[in-house]
């Protein structure tokens, strides 16, 4: 079940003020979802800062401003990125935030770490990162934030309390991925769909975008990878690490892959879903920049054919969860749902 920020912020509030905060939450969903703007919230409600009751210039008492993500960053919040060239983050920055977790603080205020982007731990600084997470200290929290959570170890997820956000109508972020797909099926579907060659483009199309996006990923991690053997080649004497070490960063490779996967269905799915919308009169969409490709899509089917080809897609999504044959499973749904 996902949740509004502001839902998220109420559970948190209240199990703070029951005394039953947990030391580490997971806070997931994609781009635009608020992640960064509920930990900033969650950070000034274990730090209050002292309210100013006095009056501007006017007589007029002044609503205190929320800080944001970064602004809160200081002694007491340590925020940690990635930072390398292949944008991961790395083991000597999970240290340094166990080091900051274990400098006595003033009384009442919170150590709080957050990391944005916690997919991007490898597998060296996961493994120095739980000895925090499993032993904190008191007073102390941690905020991972992710929109990939399924690339985090599952002994990490497993020691979180997730709290997985909606995404805003309207907020809805596409990435480069999943807009160039958007771009394909405004080209491809001017006068609708409903003929194969149609279909056939438009999966071919699906398919070219993530072959390059796995290329792209695939030198990222091949970078990091070599960046790891050179740094610690010199400190194993076995081969077994280096195999070890490559399987990771292959497992890894497939696994953003399945996820970037995952969101260019998820942008197909939800411009069929504004097609659908607008020809039910659906003022909210999912995409509104798409607004009136959807329209004349939805201008030239019927409802019934639309429902059944949007079942096709959602068919399309449960079969690729499981070990169908990826290819086969992308050209009988899309020849469904768009032949």
Known sequence: MAFTVDKAYDLIESAH????LAHAFLLTGEAGSGK????????????????????????EVEEPV????????????????????????????MRALEQAFHVASAPGKWKVGVILHADRMGIEAENAFLKTLEEPPPDSLLLLLSDAPELLLPTI????????????????ETGICGQEMLDALTRHTRNGFGNISTALTLRACFSQILAMKKTEISKANDLAFREESKKYKNTTD???????????YTAHTEA??????????????????????????????????????????????????LLQRIDALEELRANLETNAQEQLALEVAFLKAFG
């Not at 709290?163 to 907020?171: D, E, N, Q, S, V």
């Open 36 to 59: 960064s703007a509920l930990a900033a919230k969650i950070i000034s409600l274990v730090n209050p800062v002292q309210a100013d009751t006095g009056a501007n210039l006017f007589g």
């Open 66 to 93: 929320e800080k944001s993500l970064d602004e809160l960053e200081g002694e007491l919040v340590r925020i940690v990125r990635p930072r390398s060239k292949s944008r991961k983050i790395s083991i000597d920055d």
């Open 157 to 172: 997820l497993s020691r979180c309390v997730r709290l997985p956000l909606m995404t805003a109508a309207g907020k809805r």
């Open 256 to 305: 953003e892959y399945l996820n970037e996967r995952s969101k260019v269905l998820e942008c197909i799915i939800s411009w069929m879903g504004d097609v659908i919308r607008q020809k039910c009169g659906v003022v909210e969409l999912d995409l509104p920049d798409a607004h009136a490709s959807t329209s004349n899509v939805a201008k030239a089917h019927d409802l019934p054919e």
């Open 17 to 20: 003020e029951r005394g039953r």
């Open 238 to 248: 076995s081969d077994a690490w280096l195999k070890d070490r490559e399987f990771f």
